[in-house]
């Protein structure tokens, strides 16, 4: 069971807003940031936020994120059918030198 | 242009060994910290291992600990992964991905395509 908490599926009808969750759990892995990646079907994963709120260059601003400690959440706005991927976070320990991804979050624009 | 290529995966049975390749262009692979992260057939995806930089530092999830070992050849700008004593547990499409970044901030901004391991009797 990953130490990073995402729901299963989310799903929201296109023009929407919808948000996507990943919440630490009670351990202390992962005090760094969060980064946020989308993995098209049958695509690699891709960057889309990193340093918990920070888009690298082409990612377009209907994408944004959060962090407050204990949870982050990506949003992404403006939804369109080509958004339909899967939504991993991911943080890195290095005072483990280890690293977590959350369980992966399925999104459906109806 | 950054750019991982994987190769390496195939069907291999219980037991047997494999040796993963991810050769980097567009940037030299000892000025990052390098990861293998596998993803099982319609799961998410898992970290393996990682490298640091300065080559000095690696680390295992525990369930391949003593079983796998990441490397890299730097003449080569290439990284490894040697899996040992394979599980059909092991059975995923394994991406290389490069960190930026500092370790509190970073990320993994470039990902491989992914090559297939199948561990199959």
């Known amino acids: 069971q990953s130490v990073l908490t995402q729901p299963p599926s989310v799903s929201a009808a296109p023009g929407q807003k919808v948000t996507i969750s990943c919440s630490r759990g009670?351990?202390?892995?992962?005090?760094?940031?969060v980064s946020w990646y989308q993995q098209l079907p049958g695509t690699t994963p891709k960057l889309l936020i990193y340093?918990?709120?920070k888009r690298p260059s082409g990612i377009p601003d209907r994408f944004s994120a959060s962090s407050s400690g204990t949870s982050a959440t990506l949003g992404i706005a403006g939804l369109q059918t080509a958004d339909e991927a899967d939504y991993y976070c991911?943080?890195?320990?290095?005072?483990?030198?280890?690293?977590?991804f959350g369980g992966g979050t399925k999104l459906t624009v109806l | 242009q950054v750019q991982l290529v994987e190769s390496g995966g195939g069907v291999v049975q219980p037991g047997r060994s494999l040796r993963l390749s991810c050769a980097a262009s567009?940037?030299?692979?000892?000025?990052?910290?390098m990861h293998w992260v596998r993803q099982a057939p319609g799961k998410g995806l898992e970290w393996v291992t990682y490298?640091?930089?300065?080559?000095?530092?690696?680390n295992y999830i525990d369930s391949v600990k003593g079983r796998f070992t990441i490397s890299r050849d730097s003449s080569r700008n290439t990284l490894f992964l040697q899996m040992n004593s394979l599980r059909a547990e092991d059975t995923a499409v394994y991406f290389c991905?490069?960190?930026?970044?500092?370790?509190?901030?970073?990320?993994?901004?470039?990902w491989g395509q992914g090559t297939l391991v199948t561990v199959s009797a």
């Open positions: 991905a490069r960190f930026s970044g500092s370790d509190r901030s970073g990320s993994w901004d470039s």
């Open positions: 567009g940037f030299t692979l000892s000025r990052h910290g």
């Open positions: 490298m640091s930089s300065d080559g000095i530092t690696q």
């Open positions: 009670s351990s202390n892995f992962g005090q760094n940031s």
């Open positions: 340093d918990d709120d």
């Open positions: 991911g943080t890195w320990d290095s005072s483990l030198s280890a690293a977590v």
